[in-house]
């Protein structure tokens, strides 16, 4: 069932008029989900911003985590607050659609009561009415928009490329696009991209001389004002992700070279710098810090719906840090008021993209169904039904990352399981069909072979105690991945306030303590060695479908959570 606007708000006020109050008063806090696309301009430079779509270019759900520890310097700090914890911190009221929105709060009953967010036509129609209102409008692109997707795998992001493009994407910069490999990434830029979407990352250079991969920044005017974009792709990618992909390309995060092309920004006369960044916010609060010369990072990579920017001080004055969620979920408008050559003053909204509350662009809508066409009938097929709340996202765990562990156990006749701590993947209500798109959702990968690999307790322990680092070291530049590996079969005990290789305690299978020097039957997937990619190994998705046909009915899934020390009051958990 799709609904318009209006018969969406005539739907809410009956309800309430019925009684109904599950989320407080429907037709109000629907009125005002819908004023919320109704911003004044304000200035004379703004910025649009989406990141992390992961290749979704229809309306989902995706439930925002429970947990979302800060550590250190970066304990109860956006992004690393939840729940109402995070609803008290920006004023956003309990039950409302915002609410609904930005935490994972009574999740499945709101998400029926407001709908799938995203969806490439409803953000279509979303960027023209910005665009309408604010002359010369920019739209920047955050990366990870071409992978995550059936539809983009089996089209190398050609998908993607081409809905970017009638968006009206001007700049962008990657991380997840590297996936599809050098050469494909530049085929796109150098192609499909030339004279309309700049690709700009300051940090992608040669390994044999340092040259430039990509343009550092563009300048480009918006209403008189020279306004810079700096390019700041994923620093760690040849690490979280395969180096074979791009072996003849250095990342990093090279805060000396980015300084160095603020200057030459300024220097060619740009009155207001932005970075497009997809560092992740707690690397970008960081190098906010280090950096002089730049206003705002719109940033992405960890996926965070943060309401409002944090203002970090630096040696030349202040930057406004944001991040704009994932999964085209939301749209960051960041309004600058330039006057005698520089920032005067800003606005700032994160407006989440409801698709019952949008029209659907038309000639987007067109594109869309002609690419999933060809696809339709695969994409559809109905694998299973899930009868509880499926989900991807948390420091630790997911439904669905519970899901992949279970049928890699039982299919690869494995005591333990591993399931890398992705932050992409949709979420599905209970009752929902489970179909093949809705696996690929989660496993739509350029490495997807399965393994099984006997593994000592001893290697086991460091497997997860280096994983637990790149998430939970204290210094947000060593921190190089996504979420914690997912676990199954194994329990374990995490202090993440502690040293490196001291996280992890009291490991165990089956009630027994895990021996060091015994060995054990280890399944997994998304190995990043060229060995493992040569040795082949079934695609996780085939491995998945098989499980889930025999399944039928997916039952609740209990999550296999470590006991967590170290971290009580932690407002980063539920």
């Given at each position: 069932?799709?609904?318009?606007?209006?018969?969406?708000?005539?739907?809410l006020a009956a309800a309430s008029a019925g009684g109904m109050a599950l989320h407080g008063n429907f037709a109000h806090a629907a009125s005002a989900a819908g004023q919320m696309y109704e911003l004044p301009r304000f200035g004379n430079v703004s910025l649009l911003?989406?990141?992390?779509?992961?290749?979704?270019?229809?309306?989902?759900?995706?439930?925002?985590?429970?947990?979302?520890?800060?550590?250190?310097?970066?304990?109860?700090?956006?992004?690393?607050?939840?729940?109402?914890?995070?609803?008290?911190?920006?004023?956003?009221?309990?039950?409302?659609?915002?609410?609904?929105?930005?935490?994972?709060?009574?999740?499945?009953?709101?998400?029926?009561?407001?709908?799938?967010?995203?969806g490439f036509a409803h953000l279509a129609t979303l960027v023209k009415r910005m665009k309408a209102s604010r002359p010369g409008a920019l739209l920047l692109d955050g990366g990870d928009t071409w992978q995550g997707s059936g539809l983009s795998l089996w089209t190398k992001g050609q998908d993607m490329v081409d809905a970017c493009k009638l968006l009206g994407v001007d700049v962008m910069t990657g991380h997840w696009e590297f996936t599809y490999g050098a050469e494909r990434v530049k085929q796109i830029v150098d192609g499909d991209f030339?004279?309309?979407?700049?690709?700009?990352?300051?940090?992608?250079?040669?390994?044999?001389?340092?040259?430039?991969?990509?343009?550092p920044f563009v300048i480009k005017p918006i209403n008189g004002v020279p306004v810079a974009i700096i390019g700041q792709a994923f620093p760690y990618t040849p690490i979280a992700n395969p180096r074979y992909f791009t072996p003849d390309w250095s990342f990093g995060i090279n805060d000396e070279s980015l300084q160095e092309h603020v200057d030459a920004a300024r220097a060619k006369g740009a009155q207001v710098v932005v970075v497009l960044s997809h560092n992740g916010m707690d690397v970008d609060i960081k190098m906010a810090s280090r950096v002089r010369g730049v206003d705002a990072i719109l940033g992405g990579h960890t996926h965070d719906g943060v309401p409002a920017p944090v203002v970090v001080k630096n040696g030349g004055g202040q930057t406004l840090v944001t991040n704009a969620g994932s999964n085209g979920k939301f749209l960051g408008v960041l309004d600058f008021d330039?006057?005698?050559?520089?920032?005067?003053?800003?606005?700032?909204?994160?407006?989440?993209?409801?698709?019952?509350?949008?029209?659907?662009?038309?000639?987007?809508?067109?594109?869309?169904?002609?690419?999933?066409?060809?696809?339709e009938a695969k994409l559809n097929e109905k694998l299973a039904v899930t009868e509880g709340l499926l989900y991807r996202r948390g420091n630790f765990n997911g439904s669905f990352d519970q899901l992949i562990l279970d049928?890699?156990?039982?299919?690869?006749?494995?005591?333990?399981?591993?399931?890398?701590?992705?932050?992409?993947?949709?979420?599905?209500?209970?009752?929902?069909?489970?179909?093949?798109?809705?696996l690929l959702d989660q496993t739509a990968i350029t490495y997807p072979y399965t393994t099984l690999t006997p593994m000592t307790g001893e290697f086991i322990k460091t497997v997860l105690e280096d994983v637990c680092d790149n998430l939970f070291n204290p210094d947000p530049y060593y921190q190089q991945g996504g979420d914690m590996v997912r676990v199954g079969g194994l329990q374990y005990r995490c202090d993440p306030t502690a040293k490196m290789g001291s996280r992890i305690t009291a490991m165990s299978l089956g009630g027994k303590p895990l021996e060091a020097s015994k060995t054990y039957r280890v399944a997994g997937w998304a190995p990043v060695s060229e060995e493992a990619k040569n040795a082949g190994g079934e695609p996780i998705w085939d491995l998945m479908a098989r499980y889930l046909r025999d399944v039928k009915t997916v039952k609740p899934v209990k999550l296999n959570l470590p006991e967590l020390q170290g971290v009580a009051g932690n407002p980063g958990m539920a």
């Open positions: 069932m799709s609904m318009n606007r209006r018969e969406f708000l005539q739907v911003h989406f990141t992390d779509c992961h290749a979704q270019l229809m309306p989902i759900h995706f439930r925002e985590p429970d947990v979302n520890l800060g550590i250190g310097d970066m304990l109860g700090r956006p992004p690393h607050l939840v729940g109402e914890k995070l609803l008290k911190q920006f004023g956003i009221a309990p039950g409302s659609a915002q609410a609904h929105a930005f935490t994972y709060l009574d999740f499945s009953q709101a998400a029926k009561t407001y709908g799938k967010v995203g030339a004279g309309k979407i700049d690709f700009v990352a300051q940090n992608v250079k040669t390994t044999d001389f340092g040259d430039q991969v990509f343009p330039v006057k005698g050559g520089k920032v005067s003053d800003f606005r700032y909204h994160l407006l989440p993209v409801f698709s019952n509350l949008i029209q659907p662009d038309a000639d987007m809508a067109s594109l869309i169904a002609k690419m999933r066409a060809p696809h049928g890699l156990m039982k299919m690869k006749d494995a005591e333990i399981a591993f399931s890398p701590g992705f932050r992409w993947g949709t979420s599905l209500l209970p009752g929902d069909p489970i179909t093949m798109e809705n």
